[in-house]
């Protein structure tokens, strides 16, 4: 299927391209054709992930019966078609393409920073240019900092990718095109936002006119290894490749033709913990420690063969696993399956991009998941699906892509899943249980209870009505509600009785990987041992083992080989990218008794029974192949669980008034770990609306403390005027040790302390 194209039929269709049969499908480019049959046909301005840009012409064919030659990346396929995609006169025009590209762009690659990866200078060689034949007045256009990325207009050649991918993938919409002969530019029209997701248009961009900020200058693009991997950060298990050179990553790429990467993906590299080495007597302490305890509590930033290691140290032990974020989304995702009689929710990222209206409920997305929000972003880009965000804060970075905010109450989204259930499944055949259900709901007072207009509802499905291909996206409010489970029972008759393509995003890390392996408990008692948390004894990748008396070093996740599970059900292999000379979690299984190698050895003993395959880790693939398809891992299997459809009433809980706190880190930040990678650093502070400030009686600039699950908060409280109303946002990825410790319902009511004013 056509990547841009809901209409393709998928009709096969045979054509010829250079004397080669091609059998492909309709709807497809001549170019797709081609690729899928290994036939290269230049371009400059093509990417595959984006609509067609249409401005170079290097893609130029002849088809046999046109006249003149034809864009090949915009020209679909069509049967029967004779193609020539290289002949002495398309050769001529793609030489003088390529003089003309060189106009003012000065070859003097040996001082620039994209030389030795430049298409301009690939292209200029296969084309065999080897002089500037025409040039035009000299301009000053002086090289733009942007912050994470940099700007040189001299070296621009115009082809627009940076500008799509900032519209079509990311969203950011902060660059834009500005014509002007030969002094057209580009520029950033929200250059204060310092938006990292414009890593992502550096990215593509084919010269050396976009880069980052960081890497320029550091060094040679192929001094640099490469090694494979998958992003840890948010739960998306993004590819991604570390660019190392003596041990120091430089950069993150990735394969920019398929993929993306958000801004915590691309700088959120330099987390390793460094210069450690084995320390006999920390680790014996560990072991003791280990076989003591009666919990172990953890935090979801681990492999999935950590996590098995922790499930069989359980078995031997009899150890409490706690990991709060994990275990409320393997509850929920229980409730879940106990409805749609599986183990995974069935939607996919691609299913979002390719609908027509989304409805997400329960995530502040962006900052959740930012490739759910690129997904989100590319359905309104590519199809102007509609997107009914519900959520009782309204994100103004999601603002160019919503087309209906519907705010509810806090601690109101069990009556939310019922009043949504029961409008989309007004016209469906259920059977009489889920009927009585719904009919027995009390729509006026639900309505009432959560804040959520029928009006806004009735408006929400009349926008829907001649939409087809729909997505629920639902997030971690949900999870810990204090009525989860029965939430999660409501959400999954859509799954089960319409056709929606819905996505139970997991939370950050590797939460979904650990919900799936490990036997999770609800609350830890007695002696605990806290890998990457707070305990009586603490295994540490954080780099403060040191300064801690009861603790030992552990490997972060780019220093380790094993897998993700992703929230695309994708389980992702990652690579060692940094060097790490302590004692991992392994050892100390294997001190007290069990018996691998190497940590991977538990590859191929993930549950099979939570749809993990017996594989080895070697075996394990990663890469695209030339039509983008993802040989990563594998995709995790679905199983069958079984099926109980009871639905209690809908609980009425109280609301919160006044002042509420929302648990929610910033875009770019997911845990201890991105927080140590400078290129990130920013100071976390609570903040609020103006509503907000005078609710609570604070001021800007306030020092403030509060206590969320007996975790206390010193912050400083901000003000953030293009917030509104009561609820502020608080980050926990600066809390270190403690933040995995916070695990409740994400709204609270809290009793905030002013501490002194900063001045006074
Ligand atoms: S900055 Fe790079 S990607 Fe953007 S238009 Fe210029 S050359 Fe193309
Ligand atoms: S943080 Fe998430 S969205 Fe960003 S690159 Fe990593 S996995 Fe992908
Ligand atoms: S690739 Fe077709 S016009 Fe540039």
């Not at 081609?34 to 088809?63: F, G, Q």
């Not at 995790?636 to 459809?645: F, G, I, K, R």
């Not at 975790?711 to 917030?723: G, Q």
């Not at 946002?729 to 905030?752: C, H, Q, W």
């Amino acid at each position: 299927m056509s990547k841009h194209n809901s209409l393709n039929t998928g009709k096969e269709i045979t054509l010829t391209i250079d004397g080669k049969t091609c059998n492909s499908t309709f709807g497809k480019t001549i170019i797709d054709v081609a690729r899928e049959n290994d036939i290269y046909i230049p371009t400059m301005c093509y990417l595959t992930k984006v609509k067609p840009i249409a401005s170079c012409r290097m893609c130029i064919v002849n088809v046999e019966g046109v006249d003149g030659a034809i864009l090949s990346c915009q020209e679909k396929a069509t049967d029967g078609a004779v193609i020539t995609t290289d002949n002495s006169e398309i050769y001529t025009e793609r030489r003088n393409i390529m003089k003309l590209y060189n106009v003012n762009h000065p070859l003097e690659c040996g001082v620039c920073d994209k030389s030795g990866e430049c298409d301009l200078q690939n292209k200029t060689m296969e084309f065999d240019v080897d002089e500037q034949p025409f040039t035009t007045r000299d301009q000053h256009r002086p090289v733009e900092n942007w912050g994470h990325v940099s700007y040189d207009p001299a070296l621009c050649i115009m082809c627009e990718k940076c500008v799509r991918v900032s519209t079509e993938i990311t969203g950011d919409e902060a660059l834009q095109l500005k014509f002007g002969g030969y002094s057209s530019t580009i520029v950033n029209t929200k250059i204060e936002k310092n938006y990292a997701s414009l890593g992502e248009a550096a990215a593509v961009c084919p010269v050396g006119a976009l880069v980052d900020t960081n890497f320029k200058y550091s060094t040679n693009a192929w001094e640099l290894e490469k090694i494979p991997s998958a992003c840890p950060h948010c739960g998306g298990g993004c590819q991604m490749t570390y660019e190392v050179k003596h041990d120091t990553i430089y950069r993150m790429t990735n394969n920019f033709e398929f993929t993306s990467l958000c801004g915590a993906g691309r700088y959120g590299f330099d987390y390793a913990n460094k210069n450690v080495s084995k320390d006999a007597k920390a680790f014996e302490k560990a072991v003791e420690a280990v076989k003591n305890a009666e919990s172990i509590l953890f935090a979801p930033q681990i492999t999935n063969e950590e996590a098995h290691i922790l499930q069989k140290i359980k078995a031997l032990t009899g150890a409490k696993l706690v990991s709060h974020e994990a275990r409320a989304y393997q509850k929920f995702m229980d409730a879940y399956g106990s409805v749609t009689g599986k183990t995974l929710y069935s939607g996919t990222l691609k299913g979002i991009s390719e609908s027509t209206a989304i409805i997400v409920l329960g995530t502040k997305i962006y900052d959740d998941a930012p490739t759910v929000k690129y997904h989100i972003n590319m359905a309104s880009k590519w199809h102007r699906a509609r997107v009914a965000y519900m959520h009782p804060l309204e994100d103004v970075e999601m603002k160019n892509i919503v087309t209906q905010f519907i705010k509810y109450e806090p601690q109101s989204e069990e009556g939310v899943a019922a009043l949504l259930v029961e409008m989309l499944l007004r016209d469906v055949e259920v059977p009489e249980s889920v009927k009585t259900f719904l009919n027995d709901l009390d729509i006026g007072n639900l309505s009432a209870e959560s804040n959520v207009g029928e009006e806004e509802l009735e408006l929400l499905r009349k926008s829907m009505l001649k939409k087809n291909g729909f997505s629920l996206v639902i997030g971690s409010d949900l999870y810990a509600h204090p009525r989860a489970e029965q939430i999660a029972k409501i959400l999954a008759l859509v799954e089960k009785y319409t056709d929606f393509n819905v996505v139970c995003v997991p939370p950050a890390g590797n939460a979904m990987g650990v919900s799936l392996i490990c036997d999770l408990d609800n609350e830890a008692t007695g002696t605990t041992v806290g890998y990457n948390v707070e305990a009586d004894f603490v295994l540490s990748a954080l780099g403060n083992a040191e300064a801690l008396d009861n603790s030992l070093d552990m490997p972060a996740l780019n220093q380790q080989e094993g897998t993700l599970t992703s929230n695309d059900k994708r389980v992702v292999p990652m690579n060692v990218a940094q060097p790490y000379g302590g004692y991992v979690l392994n050892d100390i299984a294997n001190a007290l008794g069990l018996d691998a190698e190497y940590t991977i050895e538990y590859t191929k003993a993930l549950p099979r029974e939570k749809g993990f395959k017996e594989v080895e880790f070697d075996s394990l693939p990663d890469y695209f192949d030339t039509v983008g398809t993802e040989h990563r891992g594998y995709l995790l299997e679905e199983c069958e669980t079984s099926v109980d459809e009871s639905l209690e009433e809908v609980a009425e809980l109280d609301g919160f008034d006044g002042a509420v706190v929302y648990t929610c880190n910033p875009k770019e930040q997911f845990s201890a770990f991105t927080n140590l990678c400078e290129p990130l650093k920013e100071e976390a502070f609570l903040v609020g609306s103006p509503q907000f400030a005078t609710v609570t009686k604070l001021s800007d600039g306030e020092s403030i403390s509060f206590t969320v699950d007996g975790v206390t908060f010193k912050r400083v409280f901000k003000i953030d005027t293009s917030m509104k109303g009561t609820i502020a946002l608080n980050p926990t990825y600066d809390m270190g040790l403690s933040a995995p410790l916070v695990s409740s319902y994400r709204f609270s009511k809290v009793e905030i302390m002013q501490e002194k004013k900063i001045g006074s």
